[in-house]
């Protein structure tokens, strides 16, 4: 039987930290709300059409589709930031372009590149944006952290 429900699609960020990294990237995935799911990491393009909501408008599921800009550290004093960026092209039949980007640095700087990328995708495509959504997160390191950005597939 196809699935013939309107994909959907939100924003999520979060910042974990414990006693190892490992134990951090749990932690800012419970504070995205996206514990106790197995994760299917998703690389590239929104389906055309995808409407943005908000996370309490989606359902969720046992399985859940993400695109995901992630970093660890354990370095002391650093500053590590995540961001996502999707852009909307103007042609309704193209996809959207999910861009993650996670470094050290500040999340203006980080959330900045990801935009920017995501404008060159759909340009390379020829097409125009119609509308560039956004989101990023930072965290100083006092202990062994993660910072997360994410796009949320839903149906």
Do not use: W
Not at 114 to 141: H, M, P, W, Y
């Amino acid at each position: 039987m196809a699935n013939n429900t309107m994909p959907q699609h939100y924003f999520t960020c979060a910042c974990g930290q414990g006693e190892s990294p490992v134990s951090a990237h749990y932690q800012a995935l419970a504070e995205a709300g996206l514990a106790d799911r197995i994760l299917l990491e998703a690389r590239g393009f929104l389906p055309p059409g995808s409407a943005l909501q908000t996370p309490g408008q989606c359902t969720t599921k046992a399985e859940q589709r993400l695109f995901m800009a992630q970093i660890e550290s354990a370095t002391v004093g650093e500053v590590i930031s995540a961001a996502i960026a999707v852009a909307y092209p103007e042609n309704p039949h193209h996809g959207a372009p999910v861009i993650p980007v996670a470094a050290t640095g500040h999340k203006e700087d980080i959330e900045a590149m990801a935009r920017s990328q995501a404008q060159s995708a759909v340009e390379q495509r020829g097409d125009t944006v119609k509308e560039i959504q956004s989101l990023a997160v930072q965290v100083k390191v006092s202990q062994p952290s993660c910072a997360l950005a994410c796009v949320v597939l839903t149906h």
